[in-house]
């Protein structure tokens, strides 16, 4: 089993930052892939970035530029430093591991302000 426990979402104004954080934890000692997807009111859930545990990342276009993804692999951590945010970037934020299965985290609120 995983579990995944996600921070730093919140109310910020256009154009201001976020910092989401997710550490994974359980008897997986390591994950394949982890990252961010998300879900806005009456739309599909969609990804915004993720990282192999080799590094390689995916960042979805919408986001490129202003949302960078990193991660620690010691610690089965991974971050979204999201700047420049626009109003269209509010959604519910989902952590996302994968390894063995694909598991989820139960979501974080980040809603920006026009």
């Known amino acids: 089993q995983v579990q995944l426990v996600e921070s730093g979402g919140g109310l910020v104004q256009a154009g201001g930052s976020l910092r989401l954080s997710c550490v994974a934890s359980?008897?997986?000692?390591?994950?394949?892939?982890m990252g961010w997807y998300r879900q806005a009111p009456g739309k599909k859930r969609e990804l915004v970035a993720t990282?192999?545990?080799?590094?390689?990342?995916n960042v979805a276009d919408s986001v490129k530029g202003r949302f960078t993804i990193s991660s620690d692999n010691a610690k089965n951590t991974v971050h979204l430093q999201m700047n420049s945010l626009k109003p269209e970037d509010t959604a519910v934020y989902y952590c996302?591991?994968?390894?063995?299965?694909?598991?989820w985290g139960q979501g974080t609120q980040v809603t920006v302000s026009s």
């Open positions: 996302y591991f994968a390894r063995l299965g694909n598991y």
């Open positions: 990282v192999s545990r080799g590094g390689s990342t």
């Open positions: 359980g008897t997986i000692f390591s994950y394949d892939v």
